[in-house]
């Protein structure tokens, strides 16, 4: 229906104060854009030096950590597995998923990444944040 000016409303309602509640949202930035990236414990520097060990100490970490699966050796599977990860806002590893040419080396890489150290979370505006990262780990059988 039409309304004009001069028509009345009907009498106004009473509304009781609303009260606003601040909803702390999860805030995910990715490793190559995020301001301050996770820390890995040892790593000193600025941001560029701070990547670079960060990197290192994965490669590091890997090498340490790695033990080809005897069942894997003896059916000769081998081939790249890509893990992807996030170092949430505590600086713990969270969220593990790996996809690779058998289920055996997957579980492997997993296994690796979720020994990881409890790091100083990456941090965007000052605010700890969530990082997503990715890694390839390569699963050779060495010929002697």
């Not at 509304?15 to 414990?41: C, G, H």
């Not at 593990?96 to 979720?114: D, H, Q, T, Y």
């Amino acid at each position: 229906s039409e309304t004009n000016q001069e028509d009345e409303i009907a009498e106004p309602v009473e509304v009781e104060a609303v009260e606003v509640v601040e909803v702390e949202e999860e805030v995910i930035v990715p490793f190559t854009v995020v301001e301050n990236v996770p820390v890995f414990p040892g790593c000193t520097g600025n941001n560029a030096q701070l990547r670079a060990c960060f990197n290192e100490k994965m490669q590091e970490h890997i090498r340490k950590n790695f033990h080809y699966p005897e069942s894997a050796l003896e059916m000769g599977v081998h081939g790249k597995v890509f893990v992807l990860f996030s170092i949430d806002a505590t600086g713990k590893v969270s969220n593990v998923k790996s996809r690779g040419p058998a289920a055996l080396l997957e579980k492997e890489a997993e296994r690796i990444i979720n020994l990881l150290p409890v790091m100083e979370p990456g941090k965007q505006r000052g605010k700890p944040v969530k990082v997503p990262y990715s890694i390839p780990i390569n699963f050779k059988i060495q010929k002697d």
